[in-house]
């Protein structure tokens, strides 16, 4: 085994909004390789549309940036615990990783959370201690939280003894000096070329690789993305492709691509230690092993964290659908097996009835991504109630507990303590950062659907929320539902302002004038516990007598707008969100009333107005 000195692999790991993306950015910009043309607006590696509009990133990513007489490649990891898949796949190409810390915030929850990742992979850390340049930054103070959060993780003795630097991605600048304000991003790399060591190969022996993300190309179909582990690779060259429970099937490799700043270029040979992208493997999967003809052996398999979370994906059966393109259970089967290929965290298994599917995810985040997705492409759908996914261990039910993290002003804490009280959360740990108070705390995963927005509410959007999967622990007992019933049109047509007048005097609306209705769908939320079966298409009686009164002006409150997040926080058991490529409305599972009788569940009330 040798160590190559021209190529360094290096991930980047971060909580979300501590600038990984925007310190990216500044590495492309002063590394002299690109026109400004190419480099064109901020977070240029978050090209995904839901990644620029959520302001995280969703899907890892692969650059390289030349630095003198070395190549770096750097690899773009997801900061939200959600998208772990995409963390504990692509870790397995780096050989260092920067470990990005905001110098206010310190070490958050998603950050150890990739961080113990990368530990079991025994890639060497360099911390960078970003936003130096904030006015309420506490360097020395972070680098000792750092440190323990380290210990805490079981780093070896090596990973222990990092390296850091301070830097400012905004400012584009990065020195060892926690003083500094001004200067570039040469420091960072030159201690990446330092401190990262270079892949250790084996060039003499068979080629091998490990397949461990997938690309598709409408021309030449599948693309497997992967660090060779042993030997080199040519254009044309014969393959076997060892998959799981190691059959084989055998292939050509068409072309070799590398990563070449922000694009691929093909070549006609690469050596171990590359990071390449191998086309001509048709039937090649996540986590499959690419060897040579002349002695294939498999590489350790990817293993991913199981899912905590599941939720129903249906055909959609309203009576307003046919506004997306693809609507029926075969388009939807097909879209979540292609989904499958690439989404290594995702489960999809049948249920009894055939135009339905159990989706199981890493959690909310994880799955709204693949609804949204989904809608855009033009998708119709309807999804069930997010549920926690219970196991078994010696005869006890667990259920997967949150590691929950809260930054609010000091008078905002009664309500954070009494909401996350409600719902089975214990409080770990609490100190103060400046005006806000740091509460961390161990929830229930099903304590935090619909957490957030109340949250919001109780706190005059004040607080800032994140979590992460922590481990299994013995069910505690059952949470609270939604306090509040609903309104549940009982007619179709069209909203009328006369009939939601009446309405919003009694909850808080969710459809305005105009919106189509039908029987059975959710209009608004009732300021009472009960359902109430109303009618907002009842238009005012006309009659050739003029009351007294009776012409008085409609105001109408906005109606509450429903994100995708939002609404599958907010249903029960018995009620669906409705997906189109245009709109999002909530319903219940049986549009009538008598269904809803028969099923057990009370129709509710009926209201006139």
Same mark, same amino acid.
């Given at each position: 085994m040798i160590r190559r000195d021209d190529i360094r692999n290096v991930a980047i790991i971060a909580h979300v909004d501590h600038g990984k993306t925007t310190l990216v950015d500044s590495m492309l910009r002063q590394s002299g390789q690109f026109r400004a043309s190419q480099l064109v607006g901020d977070c240029i590696l978050d090209s995904n549309d839901q990644?620029?509009?959520?302001?995280?990133?969703?899907?890892?990513k692969n650059i390289a940036i030349n630095y003198g007489d070395v190549k770096i490649n750097i690899i773009d990891t997801?900061?939200?615990?959600?998208?772990?898949g995409e963390v504990e796949r692509t870790l397995q190409m780096a050989d260092g990783a920067l470990v990005l810390v905001d110098a206010f915030e310190g070490p958050m929850p998603q950050t150890k959370f990739v961080l113990r990742k990368a530990f079991a992979n025994k890639i060497r850390p360099i911390v960078v201690i970003n936003k130096i340049d904030r006015p309420d930054a506490r360097p020395q103070e972070v680098l000792n939280e750092i440190f323990d959060t380290f210990v805490d993780l079981d780093a070896d003795e090596q990973q222990l003894d990092f390296s850091y630097i301070y830097a400012s991605g905004?400012?584009?600048?990065?020195?060892?000096?926690?003083?500094? %304000?001004?200067?570039?991003?040469?420091?960072?790399?030159?201690?990446?070329?330092?401190?990262?060591p270079g892949p250790e190969v084996d060039p003499d022996s068979p080629f091998r690789m490990l397949c461990t993300t997938l690309d598709f190309s409408e021309y030449v179909g599948r693309i497997a993305i992967g660090r060779i582990a042993s030997g080199r690779v040519k254009r044309s060259q014969k393959a076997v492709l060892i998959k799981a429970e190691n059959a084989t099937t055998t292939g050509s490799i068409d072309s070799v691509l590398v990563f070449e700043k922000l694009g691929r270029?093909?070549?006609? %040979? !690469?050596?171990?230690?590359?990071?390449?992208a191998l086309v001509g493997l048709g039937s090649v999967d996540i986590g499959d092993t690419i060897a040579s003809t002349e002695r294939p052996? !498999?590489?350790?398999?990817?293993?991913?964290?199981?899912p905590t979370l599941s939720m129903l994906f249906t055909v959609n059966d309203s009576p307003l659908t046919g506004e997306g393109q693809f609507l029926t259970s075969r388009h939807l089967k097909d879209r979540l097996d292609r989904e499958l290929r690439s989404n290594v965290a995702l489960r999809v298994e049948p249920t009894a009835e055939r135009d339905s599917f159990t989706v199981s995810g890493r959690g909310l985040l994880h799955l709204s991504v693949l609804i949204e997705s989904m809608r855009r492409e033009g998708y119709e759908l309807a999804v069930g109630k997010p549920e926690v996914i219970m196991k078994r261990f010696n005869g006890v039910e667990h259920e997967p507990y949150e590691y929950f993290v809260v930054d609010v002003p000091h008078g905002q804490m009664g309500p954070v303590m009494e909401l996350v009280g409600a719902r089975r959360g214990e409080l770990a740990k609490m100190d103060?950062?400046?005006?806000?108070?740091h509460l961390e705390f161990m929830i229930p995963a099903r304590g935090l659907l619909g957490l957030r927005t109340r949250l919001m509410s109780g706190t005059q959007g004040e607080a800032i929320m994140h979590h992460n999967f922590h481990d299994y622990q013995p069910f505690r007992g059952e949470i609270p539902k939604r306090s509040n019933g609903v309104m549940i049109s009982m007619v179709r047509g069209q909203a009328v302002a006369f009939a939601l007048d009446s309405l919003q005097q009694r909850g808080t609306m969710f459809v305005k004038p105009g919106d189509d209705i039908y029987a059975g769908m959710i209009v608004a939320e009732n300021a009472r516990g009960d359902d109430m079966v109303v009618n907002p298409c009842k238009e005012k009686k006309l009659t050739n007598m003029r009351a007294s009164g009776s012409d008085k002006n409609v105001l109408l409150k906005p109606p509450r707008e429903l994100t995708l997040e939002i609404a599958l926080e907010y249903i029960e058991s018995d009620e669906l969100v409705e997906i189109t490529p245009t709109k999002i409305r909530l319903r219940k599972k049986e549009l009538t009333e008598e269904g809803r009788k028969r099923s057990g569940r009370s129709g509710g009330k009926t209201v006139s107005v």
């Open positions: 990644e620029r509009e959520r302001g995280i990133t969703i899907l890892a997801p900061g939200h615990a959600d998208f772990g905004r400012g584009g600048f990065a020195s060892h000096d926690p003083t500094t %304000t001004s200067g570039d991003i040469r420091p960072l790399l030159d201690l990446i070329v330092q401190k990262v270029v093909e070549v006609e %040979t !690469a050596e171990a230690g590359d990071i390449v052996e !498999a590489l350790p398999r990817i293993e991913v964290g199981e103060v950062r400046g005006a806000y108070a």
